[in-house]
């Protein structure tokens, strides 16, 4: 099986900007997460989807949007970047949730 | 409530010997605590994973062991192998309640050969 695929791998925006990221899951995998990872504040939980819906929510603020289309394909969106929003964002999918979750190689995104 | 503490944030081991990364939780609800790999430019790949209901699992020369009264658990790596040199993240969820996994703030190990 092909593992959880993630585009673009690496991009640079300016500050004010937005950008979207997209994360194709592993074949038959329904829940789809995102996570951010820094070196200051370790990986956070963004958000998670489940055939179309979120479930579940992570502490950041509403510029941070995704949602999860039929064939469970994801995207995220940032709006209105900021300079800290440049990290590492990784996409993980499961069957159903939290166990056995496989990450995808992330999308660096550079915000100058 | 939601924090997991782990510990070290960098390890140097010998090649052959035994490498220890530990863990600490406060939120009882949490029911999986897995175990992740990650190598630099790469996403973290789940290494092995222990549900509260055994005290030790072990794979290949990996080894969780897990404390459910002190709310801790540990990784174990037996004869640590250069090729083991990543960082290590220990996560926790509640595999009933919220579909996330809150990740410790990882271990640099290194194994000089």
């Known amino acids: 099986k092909a593992g959880v695929t993630q585009t673009p791998r690496y991009l640079i925006k300016t500050r004010g900007q937005q950008v979207t990221l997209s994360c194709s899951p592993i074949?038959?995998?329904?829940?789809v997460s995102w996570y951010q990872q820094t070196p200051g504040q370790g990986l956070q939980f963004l958000f998670e989807?489940?055939?179309?819906?979120?479930?579940n929510k992570g502490n950041f603020p509403g510029r941070f949007s995704g949602r999860q289309f039929s064939n469970s394909r994801s995207e995220m969106n940032v709006s209105t970047l900021e300079l800290g929003d440049s990290a590492l964002y990784l996409c993980?999918?499961?069957?159903?949730?939290?166990?056995?979750?496989?990450f995808g190689p992330g999308t660096r995104l550079l915000v100058l | 409530q939601q924090q997991v503490k782990q510990s070290p944030q960098s390890l140097i081991v010998q090649k052959g010997g035994i490498s220890i990364i530990n863990c600490a939780y406060e939120?009882?609800?949490?029911?999986?605590f897995p175990w992740y790999q990650q190598f630099p430019g790469k996403g973290p790949a789940l290494l092995i994973a222990?549900?509260?209901?055994?005290s030790e699992k072990k794979e290949g020369r990996f080894t969780i062991s897990f404390n459910k009264s002190a709310k801790q658990f540990s990784l174990h790596i037996m004869d640590s192998q250069p090729g083991d040199s990543a960082t290590y993240f220990c996560?926790?969820?509640?595999?009933?309640?919220?579909?996330?996994?809150?990740f410790g703030q990882g271990t640099r190990l290194t194994i000089n050969p």
């Open positions: 222990i549900r509260p209901d055994v």
């Open positions: 939120n009882t609800a949490f029911d999986y």
């Open positions: 993980a999918s499961s069957h159903q949730g939290v166990e056995t979750q496989y």
């Open positions: 996560a926790a969820s509640s595999v009933q309640g919220a579909q996330k996994l809150v």
């Open positions: 989807y489940f055939s179309e819906t979120q479930r």
């Open positions: 074949s038959g995998h329904r829940s």
